[in-house]
Antibody
Framework: QVQLQESGPGLVKPSGTLSLTCAVS?????????WSWVRQPPGKGLEWIGE???????NYNPSLKSRVTISVDKSKNQFSLKLSSVTAADTAVYYC??????????????????WGQGTLVTVSS | SSELTQDPAVSVALGQTVRITCQGD??????ASWYQQKPGQAPVLVIY???NRPSGIPDRFSGSSSGNTASLTITGAQAEDEADYYC?????????????FGTGTKVTVL
């Protein structure tokens, strides 16, 4: 059973770079899945940040694209998130999740499962 | 990008049925998936595709879709179903695909 675990600094200074890693266990990051980052500001809803395939292909939320880099390290079975030029608005719980996609005739079906437990990152001086 | 709109809050009496809706243009093209989130916990997938439940999700949870609206129904709500619920779907309205989450619905079981 695949499990995900986020790790990284819980406090980042304004204008700095947020860096998080998601370790994948119980399965290979090179399987036919995409791997995503999702965040949730305190008391607010979920926001999809971006995704990566084991080949290194990425897709990003256009609202964050200029500041986001997602990378994969197949040797360590993990993927990472970097968010630059952070402000207080980037304070959130950051989750990593596996995305499963099934394409059948006339249907595109995707879902996120499982999710990591999440890690709170606070942007403050 | 598209938006997915949900009612902010709904309440349901213990053992009764509640329907949570999610509206958005992307739902005309893509299925929604649904996530349950309890305070301090990560989201948990409860419904995906046309009406599929992951292993371990009770059969009182079901999904449906019509036009630009996806629905999650809890038939015989239990106290442990009290949580926030989010829908999600793919949106390819821009140059690159992205995924959008709904605004979330807080379900209170009375």
């Amino acid at each position: 059973q695949v499990q995900l675990q986020e790790s990284g600094p819980g406090l980042v200074k304004p204008s700095g770079t947020l860096s998080l890693t998601c370790a994948v266990s119980g399965g290979s990051i090179s399987s036919s899945n995409w791997w995503s980052w999702v965040r949730q500001p305190p008391g607010k809803g979920l926001e999809w940040i971006g995704e990566i395939y084991h080949s290194g292909s990425t897709n990003y939320n256009p609202s964050l694209k200029s500041r986001v880099t997602i990378s994969v390290d197949k040797s360590k079975n993990q993927f990472s998130l970097k968010l630059s030029s952070v402000t207080a608005a980037d304070t959130a719980v950051y989750y990593c999740a596996r995305e499963i996609i099934v394409v059948v005739p006339a249907a595109y079906i995707n879902w996120f499962d499982p999710w990591g437990q999440g890690t709170l990152v606070t942007v403050s001086s | 990008s598209s938006e997915l709109t949900q009612d902010p809050a709904v309440s349901v009496a213990l053992g009764q049925t509640v329907r949570i809706t999610c509206q958005g243009d992307s739902l005309r093209s893509y299925y929604a998936s649904w996530y349950q989130q309890k305070p301090g916990q990560a989201p948990v997938l409860v419904i995906y595709g046309k009406n599929n439940r992951p292993s371990g999700i009770p059969d009182r949870f079901s999904g449906s879709s019509s036009g630009n609206t996806a629905s999650l129904t809890i038939t015989g709500a239990q106290a442990e179903d009290e949580a926030d619920y989010y829908c999600n779907s793919r949106d390819s309205s821009g140059n690159h695909p992205l995924y959008v989450f709904g605004t979330g619905t807080k379900v209170t079981v009375l």
